[in-house]
C-alpha cells in the first residue's frame, strides 16, 4: 500500500519546478520510444503508459489545479488514450492522501482545536483523497460525520498553475491569447469557488433547499460550527460510490432508478433553478444501501444566465432549420456564428454545426432514450474527431460563449455517468422542453 505523502510543494518555483521535472521525464520517454522503433520494439501503448504515469504521479503530487484538471480529462474515455484515462480516473477519489500531521493544522486553523479534541473518534488516515482534498471519518454523539480537509496551499497555488498551463494550451492548439482570455477566466474563477468551503456550504443549501423533494435523491446534513473556508463537516452518507456500485453489477432496474435519479436532478436544476452542480464525476455520489442517489460534493457550482439559457432553448428548437431566422439569431447571440465574418468561416459553421447540435441534443427531444447505446457515443465521437482534424475548423478563432465550458462540461459528464450506468432514461419530464419536442 502506498505511504501518505509527507510533504506538498506550495510555492510557485517548487510547483514549477516539478511540473518541469515531468516534462524532461515525457521527452525521456519518447527517446526511449524512438530508439526502440529502430528495432521494431517500441509501441504507442507503451509510450503511452509511461508518459501517462509520470503525468500523474506529478499531478498527484502537486494536487489543486493540475490533478483538478486530470480529473475533468478522466470523464470521457474517448477523449485520451485509455492509458490516460485509467491514471486520471484516480483524481476522482484515489489520490494518494496527505498525511495526518500535515492536514490536522487545516483542522485546527479553520476550527481552533486538534480532531481528536473534537470528535470520539477521527481516522488518521484519509478515507477518500480527490483534487481538492481529503476526507476523514468522525464520530461524535453516536453519530459519523464526513470531515473534508482542503489540501495547505491549493487555493494560493491555483493562479499560479493556470498561468503556467494555459501557454502551453494555447501553443498547443495554436490559439490567440486575447481569444481564450474569458475562457481561462473563466475556469480560473470556478476553480477558485472550489477552494472556498464557505461557499461551497451556500452553494449546497440552495441546492438542497430545491432539490430535496426529487424522488430517490438525498442529501448530508452540514454542520456550520464544525465548518470553514477550508474544512467542511457533514453527516456521514453510508454507500458505495457510483463507480463501485456499477462494478457490482446492479440489475437493469436499479441501474435504470440510479439514472433516472442523476436525469431529473440536473434537469431540474438547469431548467428550473438555472443554478447547477457543473461537476458530474463519479466520486461525487454515493449509492445509498437503500438504493437511492446520494449528493456529496457541492463545490462546482454553474449558475445559468438567462438569456444564455433562452438562446440554448431556442437552438435546441430550430436545430434542424439550419437557413431559419431564429437558428442563425440563437448562434450570434451564443457566440457561434460571426455574420461579419468571410462568407468561407461562415459557410462553414452553417454546415457543420447544425449535425453535431442535432447528435448531442437528441436525447432532450425524445420521450425516452437509451443511454446504453454505445453506437450512439461513438458517433459522437467519430464527427467530433473528425471536426478536430478539419484544418479549416482548425483555424477559426476562438468560437462560444464562455459559460459553453461548464454547461457542455456539465452535460457531457452526465451523458458519461448514463452511458456507464447503461440506463434507459424516460427524458420526457421535463416541462421546458416538450414544446420543443412537439416542434422538432
Same mark, same amino acid.
Given at each position: 500500500?502506498?505511504?501518505? %505523502? ?17 516534462? /524532461? ?32 504521479? /506529478? ?11 486530470? %480529473? ?5 474515455? %474517448? ?12 483524481? %476522482?477519489?484515489? !489520490? ?10 487545516? &483542522?485546527?486553523?479553520? *476550527? ?41 496551499? *491549493? ?27 474569458? #475562457?481561462?477566466?473563466? !475556469?480560473?474563477?470556478? +476553480? ?13 443549501? @440552495? ?9 430517490? !435523491?438525498?442529501?448530508?446534513? &452540514? ?44 434537469? @431540474? ?15 461525487? &455520489? ?66 457543420? &454545426? ?21 453506437? #450512439? ?9 473528425? +471536426? ?14 464562455? @459559460? ?12 458519461? +455517468? ?23
Amino acid at each position: 500500500m502506498k505511504k501518505d %505523502q509527507n510533504k506538498i510543494a506550495i510555492t510557485k518555483l517548487g510547483r514549477a519546478s516539478k511540473l518541469a521535472t515531468t516534462g /524532461a521525464k515525457v521527452g525521456s520517454n519518447y527517446i526511449k520510444h524512438y530508439a526502440k522503433k529502430l528495432v521494431n520494439k517500441g509501441s504507442q501503448e507503451e509510450l503511452d503508459e509511461a508518459n501517462a504515469k509520470d503525468v500523474y504521479e /506529478a499531478f498527484s503530487e502537486l494536487k489543486g489545479g493540475p490533478l483538478k484538471m486530470a %480529473q475533468m480529462l478522466s470523464l470521457g474515455d %474517448q477523449l485520451l488514450p485509455k492509458a490516460y484515462t485509467a491514471q486520471f480516473a484516480q483524481a %476522482q477519489n484515489k !489520490v494518494t492522501p496527505l498525511s495526518y500531521p500535515l492536514i490536522r493544522k487545516t &483542522f485546527k486553523r479553520e *476550527v481552533g482545536k486538534d480532531p481528536d479534541e473534537v470528535f470520539e473518534g477521527f481516522t488518521k488516515k484519509a478515507v477518500n483523497a480527490a483534487s481538492i482534498g481529503q476526507v476523514h471519518k468522525g464520530r461524535l454523539n453516536g453519530k459519523d460525520y464526513a470531515i473534508k480537509l482542503q489540501y495547505p496551499g *491549493v487555493a494560493d497555488s491555483l493562479k499560479s498553475d493556470l498561468n503556467m498551463v494555459a501557454p502551453m494550451a494555447i501553443k498547443m492548439f495554436g490559439l490567440k491569447k486575447s481569444e481564450v482570455a474569458p #475562457y481561462i477566466e473563466e !475556469v480560473e474563477s470556478k +476553480l477558485m469557488e472550489e477552494t472556498n468551503y464557505e461557499q461551497e456550504m451556500r452553494n449546497a443549501y @440552495h441546492i438542497i433547499d430545491h432539490c430535496d423533494k426529487l424522488k430517490n !435523491v438525498v442529501f448530508p446534513d &452540514f454542520m456550520p460550527n464544525l465548518s470553514g473556508k477550508r474544512v467542511i463537516t457533514m453527516s456521514w452518507m453510508d454507500g458505495e460510490g457510483l463507480a463501485d456500485w456499477i462494478k457490482t453489477d446492479p440489475s437493469q432496474k436499479q441501474r435504470n432508478k440510479i439514472g433516472q435519479a442523476l436525469w431529473d436532478f440536473y434537469q @431540474h436544476q438547469i431548467h428550473e433553478l438555472r443554478f447547477m452542480h457543473a461537476d458530474p464525476h463519479p466520486g461525487n &455520489f454515493i449509492i445509498t444501501p437503500k438504493g437511492k442517489l446520494a449528493v456529496i460534493d457541492f463545490g462546482c457550482i454553474k449558475e445559468i444566465p438567462k438569456d444564455f439559457y433562452l438562446s440554448y432553448l431556442k437552438l435546441l428548437q430550430f436545430g434542424n432549420e439550419m437557413d431559419s431566422v431564429e437558428f442563425r439569431s440563437a448562434l450570434i447571440e451564443l457566440g457561434l456564428y460571426n455574420p461579419d465574418a468571410p462568407a468561407k468561416e461562415r459557410q462553414l459553421i452553417l454546415s457543420t &454545426f447544425p449535425e453535431m447540435f442535432e447528435l448531442v441534443g437528441r436525447p432532450l427531444l425524445q420521450d425516452s432514450f437509451d443511454f446504453g447505446n454505445d453506437s #450512439y457515443f461513438k458517433e459522437i465521437y467519430t464527427k467530433g474527431e473528425a +471536426l478536430s482534424r478539419n484544418s479549416d475548423m482548425r483555424g477559426l478563432s476562438a468560437q462560444g460563449s464562455k @459559460h459553453f465550458i461548464y454547461f457542455n462540461r456539465t452535460y457531457f459528464g452526465l451523458y458519461q +455517468l448514463l452511458n456507464q450506468l447503461k440506463a434507459t432514461i424516460d427524458t420526457n419530464n421535463v416541462t421546458a422542453l416538450r414544446p420543443l419536442k412537439k416542434s422538432a
